[in-house]
Nanobody, 114 residues
């Protein structure tokens, strides 16, 4: 059974940094894509950043502040978040695609205070 497990969430003041990690287990081959979504209170889930076939894409709202990276050999994806803002407060979900199936982690809360 494929599982995605996130770690690294927490609370930080505006301007601070956090690093999220997510590792996929239960599969042998590398996932086609891995990345991060987030959902703020009262809002829809949105793409933050994703890596597909070695190419990364970042949402405009996080460009220049967040960086996504993959370790394909370990089926792990990271999200380095710098210059955090209160509007980055959300539950961050790890996302992956394997054999045309979407997989989601349970989410990790990131809270940024002013």
């Amino acid at each position: 059974q494929v599982q995605l497990v996130e770690s690294g969430g927490g609370s930080v003041r505006a301007g601070g940094s956090l690093r999220l990690s997510c590792t996929a287990s239960g599969i042998i081959l590398s996932m086609k894509s891995m990345g991060w979504y987030r959902q703020a209170p009262g809002k829809q889930r949105e793409l933050v950043a994703i890596v597909t076939s070695g190419r990364s894409t970042h949402a405009d709202s996080v460009k220049g502040r967040f960086t996504v990276a993959r370790d394909g050999a370990r089926n792990t994806v990271y999200l380095q978040m710098n210059s955090l803002r209160p509007e980055d407060t959300a539950v961050y979900y790890c996302y992956g695609i394997h054999a045309d199936t979407d997989y989601w982690g349970k989410g990790t809360l990131v809270t940024v205070s002013a």
